[in-house]
């Protein structure tokens, strides 16, 4: 029997653990998964709704560590997942993604000597600026399994000098939630709710810290989305990090002027499914809506300069548009009226199976 510590401490992190402890669950003569929460992230919008639509048990410890600068947050993350390592000691500890609650566990084990297992290994945006690209390449180079999902990311973790045997390719577990969820996603009254037509709409997420964070940025963006808008009605489900600069950045004026841009608070897992996967078209900075919209079929412009996905560049419907005004504005006309539609094809293990395939890599 393997005792597993799940981490989650992040929003992307709940739809990426959640099928792997259910397999686990499943699998209870051979497993017997705990699940940790950092508490990074906390509100009930941005946690304990995803525990509920996923139907991820309740965390058998909750770090409660919060909201603070890089150094101490992460910092706190450690001090705080120690003890619960050293009094439970799992056979493995699972990280996923790449928040710094995953670096900070996977430290702390590697120092234990307790082995870590890291779910998402491999992806690459090669922009250092990028806080998750760090946590990334740090991850990677301490945990002794790393699980990808797709050929590009074993390719970047040998090109590091990561031998092969910790690698294993075993597809995109977030997959595995949107397959699990799509069916009950359908009963969700959010379009009803937010009185939009069955798919005469767009949907717009935004919180990376180098589009929201910087004025000019996030300036470029709105005039863009002022164009846009002007055809198409765009919902703004909007993170508690973008909330807060649209007002120390003196954008809320601008915001509310543009009435066909509705702003409205982070959804939960299943309504926000149920709402991207009618969409005309997806606006975002998100890595896991570049999977799930190339999946799905949904046309899906990514506000960045890079990706680390380029899988759903390269078979998705993915296209990195970056952050200049008229390049957003062409791309998105070119989606609308189908001149610049891509059509998505069926990407290698993303099939619903990664978290059987992540057990027998534990195993
Ligand atoms: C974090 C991850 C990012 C991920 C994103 C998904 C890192 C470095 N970043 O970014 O990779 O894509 O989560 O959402 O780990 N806040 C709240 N309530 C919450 C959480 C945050 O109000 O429940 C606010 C706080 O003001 C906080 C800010 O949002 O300071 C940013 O939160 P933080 O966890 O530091 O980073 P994210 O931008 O959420």
């Given at each position: 029997m393997l005792k597993v510590m799940n981490v989650v401490g992040a929003r992307p992190n709940f739809m990426k653990v959640a099928p792997i402890v259910a397999a686990m669950k499943r699998a209870r003569t051979k497993f017997r998964p705990l699940v940790v929460h950092t508490g990074q992230h906390y509100d009930a919008a941005m946690s304990d709704s995803f525990f509920r639509d996923l139907e991820l048990p309740e965390p058998d410890t909750h770090l409660g560590v919060g909201s603070a600068s890089h150094a101490a947050q992460t910092a706190a993350v450690m001090e705080r997942f120690e003890p619960v390592v050293l009094a439970e000691k799992p056979d493995w500890v699972l990280v996923v993604g790449d928040v710094n609650s995953t670096l900070a566990c996977a430290l702390v084990c590697v120092k234990l000597g307790v082995k870590v297992a890291h779910v998402e290994a491999g992806l690459r945006s090669h922009d250092r600026t990028m806080p998750e690209e760090i946590n990334r390449l740090l991850t990677d180079q301490i945990a002794d399994l790393l699980l990808t999902p797709s050929a590009d990311a074993d390719a970047n973790l040998r090109a590091e000098g990561i031998p092969q045997e910790r690698i294993r390719f075993v597809g995109n577990v977030m997959i595995d939630s949107l397959l699990q969820n799509l069916e009950r996603a359908k009963a969700s009254q959010i379009k009803d709710e937010l009185g939009v037509?069955?798919?005469?709409y767009g949907v717009l997420t935004l919180h990376r810290p180098s589009n929201v964070d910087q004025r000019d940025t996030f300036a470029r963006i709105l005039s863009a989305l002022e164009s846009i808008t002007k055809t198409l009605p765009v919902i703004f489900p909007v993170h508690p990090r973008t909330r807060k600069t649209i007002a120390e950045l003196g954008l809320t004026n601008r915001v509310a002027a543009m009435t066909n841009l509705r702003l409205v608070d982070p959804l939960g897992y299943l309504d926000f499914l149920n709402l991207y996967s009618s969409a005309r078209l997806v606006l975002t900075d998100s890595g896991g809506i570049q999977e799930e919209t190339s999946f799905l079929n949904i046309p899906c412009l990514t506000l960045r300069e890079n990706t680390e996905r380029p899988i759903t560049v390269e078979l998705g419907t993915n296209v990195v548009v970056g952050t200049d005004t008229n390049r957003i504005i062409a791309a998105a006309g070119a989606a609308l009226n189908g001149s610049g539609k891509k059509t998505a094809r069926s990407i290698p293990l993303w099939d619903g199976h990664a978290s059987e395939r992540i057990l027998d890599a534990l195993e």
């Open positions: 037509g069955e798919s005469h």
